[in-house]
Each structure stands twice: as structure tokens, then as C-alpha cells.
């Protein structure tokens, strides 16, 4: 089953672009605040590192989510689109002065530190301001999550985080500081997570390490769980809103959370990555000496997940209904891992042909670069070209 798009509408764009449909964002955003809103305190930020198209965060503003960000630009991206600042948690392992400064000066809800030197120069930018940072630690729970190597960040030797067995002495050095407010607990395991027994080892280690501070009397307002909800990039169609109804009862399940405690979600990829679609066209269809090329506008500058990751995008010649045939369907660029996928069946294909790489809202046109000198993508609301 295809994909539906206005292509008759396509016609007047200059490929390739992103395409976003807008309905399917609401409704994706309606369904996570309907599922988070079943439990008492559950709270949705939007990691906005997944795609900061401002239509895209204006829609996602409107919804009522708060927001994640990991760098200065991010959390100016954000403001911009009207995200309250007592709704941004920011993390990152290596945020700047000036970085910290902005967020102090938004008076932004919380920061999620993880090291110590951070901690001390977040106490210091404070002082100096004669403020009070809310500081959340993000600990490594040392928990794999079944992705790809690149993007899972909860095991012992990654670079994100404080490892657990430091968590009590951090935690003891910001309760002697005057600048900073220790409020919280901050994880995350990795992205593209689609085995809800990841996120119980999350659950099982975060009670663990609750037990511990309880002993010493300690409850920490808000524990944050991070994101990684994922999707099903091979059939975009079959299930375009992911089970936020399993993630958030997997949650309740499992987490044992105090009546005073708030638990707060970081979701990038499961909120805005089906609704997109990078839109390119045949430039042309080459014969090799055993298969066929379609040759396409689009390349790995404009959608790079491919050839970073190895990750599949299901393509769809949205211009054709004639038999299918097999191409390896590549971009322009002077690289051979500008290639999008390899013996790819679709409808017979010519030049001019719109092509459709799907589930590409997400870590897509954020991630695009002017590699080669290339143009970055535009990307489109469904609702403007309507
Ligand atoms: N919170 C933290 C601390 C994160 O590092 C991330 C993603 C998220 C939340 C959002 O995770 P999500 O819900 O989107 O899985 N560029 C890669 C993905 C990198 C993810 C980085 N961190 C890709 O294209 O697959």
C-alpha cells in the first residue's frame, strides 16, 4: 500500500523537499496526550533534535507538550516557536557557557547535567547571576537497549551521563551548593526502541536506584525517562501512529513512582517521524551491466540516515501505478554511500517520476548539510500546498 500525496501539487516545488502531513502530526500529538494523560502526572516533552522545522514546532507547540533541547540553538529555536520556557529541559554533555547562561537567563525548568565540572560551572553561572539552576543528573543505568550501536547511548562506556556508582556523591556535592537545585534524575537508553522489555530493565534499575535514596530519606521530584519510542519504518502505512498506549502503560506498569513524583518522557522519532516524506524526483533512470539505477535529486546530503546508519526508508514511485521492477535508487553525490537503497522494487520508473522516502520526518531535514554545495531542503506543511 502506498502512501497518499497531493502530486498534483508537486509539480510547482523544487525538488527534493519534506513533505509533512499535518494531519497525521495532530493526530499522533491528540493520541500521546490522550495515552500520557490517562496517569497522573506524566509529562511530554518533544526532543526537538528530531526535526526543528518551525511549522513543525508551531504544530507541536499548539499541542501543549513541553520541549527537550541539547544545545543553545535549540532552546532558541524553541522560545521562538512559543515553547514556555518552564518547559524546556536541556541536556547535552557538553554545553557552553554561553549555552548555560541562555538557559539561565530563560529561567528554563530544568538542566540535566552529566558531570561533575558541569555541575560546578553551572553553579558558578548561577552565582554569578544570583540565581537558582533546577539541576537533574542524568545517570548511565548501564542498560542496552536492541538498536543500532551508533544510537544507543545507556551502556557503562558511553560518553553521555554519570555512572551509577558516582550517582550519591553527585548528588551530595549539588545539595552543598548554593546556586544549584537538585531536583530530579535524568535517563535514557537509545533511540529506535521497539522491545517494550528495554524500557522494563530501565524501570527495574530506576526503582533500584529510588530504594537507595530513599534510605538516605531522599525523593526526588521528577524522574526522566528520556525518549526512544520507535516506529515501523517498513510499513509507515500500517501502523502511522506508534503504540503510545503500550509505551506509557509500560511506564505505569513497571516504574514504581512516589505520589509526589512526576515522571517526564523525551520523545523525538515516534512523534514526528511517520508524518514525514522526503520528496524527490528522477533526473534519470540508467542501465548498468546487471541492474538499474534510478538516479534521483535527492542524496545523502538532504537525508543522510542511510548512508550514516544503514537505515531503511521504504521508497514509493508516487507518480507511477505501472509493473514493478527493481532499481537501486541513489543521489547525486560524489560519494558511493550516497545511496539510498539497493534493489528496490517500485513501479516502472522514468525520468520526471516524484519518488517518496518515507518516515522521514524525523532526524531528516534537521540533519541535512550543503555538502557538494547543495541547496538545504525546503519542507512543506500538507495544509499549505492544499
Ligand atoms: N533524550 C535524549 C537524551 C536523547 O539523546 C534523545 C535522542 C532523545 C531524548 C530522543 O530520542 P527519540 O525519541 O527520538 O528516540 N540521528 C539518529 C537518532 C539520534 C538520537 C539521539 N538522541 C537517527 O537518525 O536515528
Not at 51 to 72: F, Q
Not at 167 to 185: E, P, Q, R, T
Not at 236 to 245: C, D, K, L, S
Request: aromatic content about 10%; some cysteine; overall charge neutral.
Amino acid at each position: 500500500m502506498k502512501g497518499t500525496f497531493p502530486i498534483e501539487k508537486f509539480g510547482a516545488l523544487q525538488t527534493p523537499f519534506y513533505y509533512y502531513d499535518a494531519t497525521l502530526l495532530r493526530n499522533t500529538l491528540k493520541t500521546i496526550q490522550e495515552e500520557a494523560g490517562k496517569y497522573n502526572k506524566f509529562c511530554v516533552h518533544y526532543a526537538v533534535k528530531a526535526n526543528a522545522n518551525p511549522k513543525v514546532l508551531g504544530i507541536i507547540r499548539e499541542s501543549g507538550l513541553g520541549v527537550d533541547c541539547v544545545s543553545g540553538g535549540e532552546i532558541k529555536a524553541a522560545v521562538k516557536a512559543g515553547f514556555p520556557a518552564s518547559k524546556i529541559v536541556y541536556a547535552g554533555v557538553g554545553k557552553t557557557d554561553w549555552e548555560i547562561n541562555l538557559g539561565l537567563d530563560y529561567d528554563i525548568f530544568c538542566f540535566n547535567v552529566e558531570s561533575i565540572p558541569e555541575l560546578e560551572v553551572i553553579n558558578e553561572l548561577a552565582a554569578a547571576k544570583n540565581k537558582m539552576a533546577r539541576v537533574a543528573f542524568r545517570i548511565n543505568p548501564d542498560v542496552g537497549a536492541h538498536t543500532h550501536a551508533n544510537i544507543t547511548t545507556g551502556l557503562a562506556e558511553n560518553k553521555f551521563g554519570i555512572s551509577m556508582a558516582d550517582m550519591n556523591s553527585v548528588i551530595d556535592l549539588a545539595l552543598g551548593m548554593k546556586h544549584v537545585k537538585f531536583v530530579g534524575l535524568h535517563f535514557h537508553i537509545g533511540s529506535q526502541i521497539l522491545d517494550m522489555g528495554d524500557f522494563v530493565a530501565l524501570c527495574n534499575r530506576i526503582n533500584e536506584l529510588q530504594e537507595q535514596l530513599y534510605a538516605r530519606q531522599i525523593i526526588v521530584e521528577h524522574i526522566n525517562v528520556g525518549g526512544g519510542l520507535g516506529i515501523d519504518y517498513a510499513h509507515p502505512n500500517r501502523q502511522p501512529i506508534p503504540n503510545f498506549a503500550e509505551y506509557f502503560a509500560t511506564y505505569h506498569k513497571h516504574l514504581r513512582l512516589r505520589p509526589q513524583q512526576t515522571l517526564h518522557f523525551e520523545l523525538g522519532r515516534s512523534v514526528v517521524a511517520q508524518c514525514g516524506s522526503l520528496i524527490t524526483r528522477v533526473t534519470y533512470v540508467k542501465q548498468g551491466t546487471n541492474k538499474q539505477f534510478a538516479i534521483v535529486d535527492a542524496g545523502m546530503s538532504d537525508l543522510i540516515r542511510p548512508a550514516l546508519y544503514q537505515a531503511f526508508h521504504k521508497i514509493e514511485n508516487i507518480s507511477s501505478e505501472e509493473p514493478m521492477e527493481t532499481y537501486d535508487v541513489v543521489g547525486p553525490i560524489c560519494e558511493s554511500s550516497d545511496v539510498f537503497g539497493k534493489a528496490i522494487d517500485l513501479n516502472r520508473t522514468k525520468r520526471g517520476d516524484f519518488l517518496a522516502l518515507r518516515s522521514a520526518g524525523a532526524y531528516g531535514e534537521i540533519m541535512a548539510s550543503v555538502y557538494n554545495c547543495r541547496e538545504l531542503p525546503k519542507g512543506y506543511l500538507s495544509e499549505e500546498i492544499l
